[in-house]
């Protein structure tokens, strides 16, 4: 499902050239649920942003099932990333003021979804998390546990492949980060392809891989590197 070849990120910083990633390879499969881990400054956020159709690379080649997103206009890769991805982030960003129902069916409102169809979507996604119960109740009104399973169910809401979290948990207290990651494996076994990003190992090692990023570069599994100098001997 996701496959980038030699990708690379520069930013121009004033004088200065910031290298966030230098040439990527990496294959996420679909349905797997995996880890993106590394220090700050690493380059694992712009990695996630490059999976999410946020950003593209300078160089290399990013193909998400199967189509060339590396040279997307904004628009065109609006589409895809609206298609295939939903977000997940550590503050939830949720709108002070709105009901857990209307959260949740707005970005099918942008997606031209007519009122009825978004209204049982967005009431469906709800209930697949645990709050048919507090459709009805504002974020503040709701627990941060809750919150977060309302962000969760308005990235669902749109029916994506691809669910990136952001440091899911970061905000929550240890038992409500325990649902959140509880949510997410229940999710991988539905198919969906679960991407975490996260500093927190624990949190890391519930995921089936765990990808680690260091100075812009993912770092290969202890293993494989002692493969590839068994064989350059």
């Known amino acids: 499902m996701i496959e980038l070849k030699g990708v690379t990120k520069e930013y121009a910083m004033g004088t200065q050239t910031v290298h966030a990633l230098r040439g990527v390879d990496l294959t996420i499969a679909d349905g797997e649920f995996v880890a993106i881990m590394g220090p700050s400054g690493s380059g694992k956020s712009t990695l996630m942003n490059m999976i999410g159709c946020l950003d593209l690379p300078t160089a290399g080649t ?74 009805d109740h504002r974020p503040d009104e709701l627990s941060g546990g809750q919150q977060q399973r309302v962000a969760i169910a308005r990235a669902l809401a749109t029916e994506p492949s691809i669910i990136l979290a952001d440091e899911p948990t970061g905000a929550l207290d240890t038992q409500s980060g325990e649902e959140i990651m509880g949510i997410f494996e229940t999710l991988n076994t539905q198919g969906k392809t679960v991407i975490l990003v996260t500093h927190d190992p624990d949190v890391a090692a519930r995921a089936h891989r765990i990808i680690r990023v260091r100075d812009g570069r993912v770092q290969q599994p202890a293993a494989e590197q002692r493969q590839e100098r068994h064989e350059s001997e």
């Open 62 to 135: 990013y193909h998400l099932d199967g189509v060339d997103v590396s040279d997307m206009s904004d628009d065109e890769q609006a589409r895809v990333r609206n298609k295939h991805v939903g977000f997940v982030f550590q503050q939830f960003n949720l709108l002070a003021r709105t009901p857990a129902l209307k959260q949740v069916a707005l970005p099918l409102m942008y997606a031209g979804v007519g009122r009825k169809e978004r209204t049982e979507r967005a009431a469906a996604a709800l209930a697949s998390v645990g709050l048919a119960d507090r459709m």
